[in-house]
């Protein structure tokens, strides 16, 4: 079973991020394994990473991004994509959403890679016992999103366990 090994408060300018949007119609067998997959066969990732320096973000930011939208009463959004500067331009055919300088509640989620998946409340509760708040924006939304970092999400250890970072916006 993936357990939390790490939770920290990691900052984050403005930013943009840019990619496709997705909702739970588009989920196929539970999840957007699928969608992933198109990203990688079309090279959407690849006019992502020309178009913008990521890892001139933040630490970690040229990871690619699972971005999740929720709130009560309104269709659950999944976007695929990168964080990007925030003036970056976006390419035709993908969409963005901006976000203000913030505070991210990281938690390393650590398991084997059919373990590490939809365990957002888990990293919510422990970023919760570490005494970091989550907040929601402007419209009472709450964003977060898989961090998928090289090589620890890449790369099994010898244990064959991988760490996908789960990020939800904290207050600061």
């Not at 020309?50 to 709130?71: H, P």
Request: aromatic share 18%; with cysteine.
């Amino acid at each position: 079973m993936a357990e939390v090994i790490k939770v920290y408060r990691q900052s984050v300018p403005e930013m943009r991020f840019i990619g496709k949007n997705y909702g739970n119609e588009d989920r196929v067998g539970g999840g957007f394994g699928k969608q992933w997959e198109e990203w990688f066969s079309h090279g959407w990732f690849e006019v992502l990473e020309k178009n913008c320096d990521a890892k001139a973000v933040y630490e970690d930011g040229d990871a690619y991004i699972g971005l999740m939208r929720w709130k009560e009463g309104e269709p659950f959004e999944y976007w695929i994509g990168m964080f990007c500067p925030k003036d970056s331009i976006v390419p035709e055919g993908y969409s963005f959403v901006d976000f203000e300088e913030s505070d991210l509640g990281v938690a390393w989620l650590y398991g084997k890679p059919e373990e590490v998946y939809c365990q957002e409340d888990k990293c919510a509760d422990r970023c919760f016992e570490e005494g970091l708040k989550i907040i929601p924006d402007e419209q009472g939304a709450y964003w977060f999103f898989e961090r998928y970092v090289c090589p620890r999400f890449t790369t099994p250890d010898e244990h064959g366990n991988i760490i996908l970072d789960i990020c939800h916006y904290i207050e600061k």
